[in-house]
């Protein structure tokens, strides 16, 4: 009885163990979760001042009027694209959504395709797909994490380019820029999601150019219309792939905080178990001893007389 039960102790002490590893990182996740909306949150007066800007400069120019939208059918256009994914396990099937979503998105997109990828496990599924790889970045770990990172992409990446290149609708000389992260939508879920950035749509530009100014002083562009719309626009990028990098952060936590719930459930069932095998064990140990001091009670006393 002694080995069985030893034997079971150390199974519910690993499994209690574990237990507390498990919570601690529900705990880790469900505060990450937290931090990285809020960053997201946050983004959006500063986006509408971003936005608000670029309408002006679309009304002085005139794109809602002299542009039109390209035709995307050029073997030699240049498609980039950035893939956030993970560097850490226990996120379910995070990688592989957003690695199978991007892949066949890509796959329908003509011309040359130039990829990053944000983390090393949805590297690995672009490479095993035989996607051109140009570039690996490491995931950030916390909010304050992301701006390097946003800055090394674009620099990287070439997306900051002068403003005339960005507002190009001639397929023979623009280029394209696509993003693909996991978003969260309710609770630990997600869904994957694909954002072009440039060249930038006409409908979001017409869109912009036709709101009204929501004070009664009128804007004015300081200095050259087109540097300014370069400044705005590297805003733009910015605050896009920062937003993009909070959220696919956001459900990657969400993913881990979904896991690390249903192996604290299954620990409590298999700790629920043990116990109850334990106890079984135990009493019937405690039997078992009982019935072999009764025995030899009555065997001594038969002895005698």
């Known amino acids: 009885m002694s080995n069985s039960t030893a034997s079971l102790r150390r199974k519910i002490d690993g499994a209690g163990d574990l ?16 931090q990285y909306e809020q960053s997201v949150r946050s983004l959006a007066d500063y986006f509408s001042s971003i936005e608000a800007g670029l309408g002006v400069c679309f009304r002085k120019l005139g794109a ?24 850490q396990g226990l996120v379910g099937s995070f990688n592989d959504n957003i690695a199978d979503y991007a892949i066949k998105t890509l796959a329908d997109l003509p011309g040359t395709h130039r990829v990053w990828a944000v983390g090393e496990r949805v590297y690995a599924h672009l490479e095993d797909a035989g996607v051109p790889l140009s570039g690996l970045f490491a995931v950030p770990n916390s909010v304050r994490s992301i701006t390097p990172l946003i ?45 072009r950035l440039l060249p930038l749509d ?62 604290d459930k299954n620990i409590d069932e298999l700790l629920e178990e043990l116990g109850g095998t334990f106890h079984r064990l135990r009493q019937s140990g405690i039997d078992e001893e009982l019935f072999d001091v009764i025995s030899g009670f009555e065997a001594l006393g038969v002895k005698e007389k």
């Open 19 to 34: 237990q507390s590893v498990v919570r601690t990182m529900k705990a880790l996740a469900a505060s990450n979760i937290g």
């Open 64 to 87: 809602s009027e002299k542009r039109t939208e390209s035709k995307r059918y050029d073997s030699s256009l240049e498609i980039s694209a950035v893939v956030f994914g993970s560097d």
């Open 151 to 195: 800055a090394q992409i674009l620099v990287d990446s070439e997306s900051q380019r002068t403003s005339a290149a960005m507002l190009m609708t001639d397929r023979e000389k623009s280029a394209e820029l696509h993003l693909f992260y996991n978003r969260p939508t309710s609770g630990a879920v997600y869904e994957p999601l694909h954002k």
């Open 202 to 263: 006409l409908n979001w530009q017409r869109e912009l150019a036709s709101r009204s100014w929501p004070t009664k002083i009128l804007p004015e562009v300081m200095g050259g219309t087109i540097e300014t719309v370069r400044s705005l626009i590297s805003e733009y990028l910015f605050v896009a792939l920062f937003r993009a990098c909070a959220e696919s952060l956001a459900s990657e936590n969400a993913s881990r905080l979904a896991a690390m719930q249903r192996a």
